[in-house]
């Protein structure tokens, strides 16, 4: 278990050499939701983690989303069939629409989340405003999508909490899951209180800033 801040694959930092263990530790505290990021994967562009993947969901009956090196069918089919109920497309979703649009159709929207990763209300990867590709991925059926903010992933100093808001203003049906700066409960409680459904943390647990029992 690694946590990168900005994305940066030099700032990594383990947390623990046993993923399997962090997530029974997740479960036996009542979470049900697990997000899992193959780094690897995301750097070779194929799926590498896919055993982790499966261990974590045979050994425990966690709702995993996963992403990271998801670039073609059979990355798909190797991640559903490893136990994700969930997948995250990111970047593909800006390189290859065609093949996320398929995926959406035969997968449907409950199944295939977009991932957008953002800098200044634009897309990370090639700098496209946020908004239209969004209303783009909405009319074209996306219903949940997980968007980061980069300038504050990994840095603890707090969300995005202003974007959040303008998103569900212009996109009230998104389910949102906002990822990134989240550094203790009262962060998460004012997500909440914005209306964002469901919240991404990783470092702040692992860096001791929040505990399970106190959410």
């Known amino acids: 278990c690694v946590r990168l801040s900005q994305g940066d694959y030099d700032s990594k930092k383990v947390y623990n050499?046993?993923?399997v263990e962090v997530a029974k530790e997740f479960e036996a505290n009542g979470v049900r939701r697990l997000h899992v990021v193959d780094l690897d994967?995301?750097?070779s562009h194929h799926v590498i983690n896919h055993r982790v993947l499966e261990q974590i969901a045979t050994r425990?009956?966690?709702?995993?989303?996963?992403?990271?090196?998801?670039?073609?069918?059979e990355d798909l089919k190797?991640?559903?069939?490893?136990?994700?109920?969930?997948v995250t497309?990111?970047?593909?979703?800006?390189?290859?629409?065609?093949?996320?649009?398929?995926?959406?159709?035969?997968?449907?929207?409950?199944?295939?989340?977009?991932?957008?990763?953002?800098?200044?209300?634009?897309?990370?990867?090639?700098?496209?405003?946020?908004?239209?590709?969004?209303?783009?991925?909405i009319n074209k059926g996306v219903r949940k999508v997980i968007c980061t903010d980069i300038s504050c992933?990994?840095?603890?100093?707090?969300?995005?909490?202003?974007?959040?808001?303008?998103?569900?203003e212009k996109f009230p049906d998104l389910?949102?899951?906002?990822?990134?700066?989240?550094?203790?409960?009262?962060?998460?409680?004012a997500l909440n209180e914005a209306g964002v459904p469901g919240v991404i943390f990783g470092k702040a647990l692992y860096e001791g800033h929040l505990t399970l029992q106190d959410l």
């Open 175 to 189: 389910y949102l899951m906002a990822s990134g700066g989240g550094s203790n409960v009262d962060d998460i409680i």
């Open 89 to 137: 497309g990111g970047s593909i979703a800006v390189k290859d629409p065609e093949l996320f649009c398929h995926w959406l159709e035969v997968y449907g929207s409950e199944k295939i989340i977009l991932g957008a990763d953002v800098k200044e209300h634009k897309i990370a990867v090639n700098g496209w405003k946020l908004f239209p590709f969004l209303e783009d991925y």
């Open 60 to 73: 425990t009956s966690l709702i995993i989303d996963f992403g990271g090196g998801v670039k073609s069918d």
């Open 78 to 86: 190797i991640a559903f069939e490893s136990g994700a109920q969930m």
């Open 17 to 19: 050499e046993n993923p």
């Open 41 to 43: 994967g995301a750097a």
């Open 153 to 168: 992933d990994g840095m603890l100093k707090g969300p995005s909490i202003d974007l959040y808001k303008e998103m569900l």
